[in-house]
């Protein structure tokens, strides 16, 4: 909404797929089909 902090947090395929009521195997295709959004990112190691 319109006004509202950004939120900046992760969830895992799991926690998706317990929140849908859905199997990972169906988030894994939602992620797919473009569904809902994915973004994955990796932590540079200095």
Sequence with gaps: MAGEPEQNST?????IARRL???E?????M???HEIP???AH???S
């Design 11 to 15: 969830i895992t395929v799991p926690e």
């Design 38 to 40: 994915n973004l994955r």
């Design 21 to 23: 009521d859905v199997c």
């Design 43 to 45: 932590q540079s190691r």
């Design 25 to 29: 195997e169906t988030v894994y295709a």
């Design 31 to 33: 992620l797919k089909a």
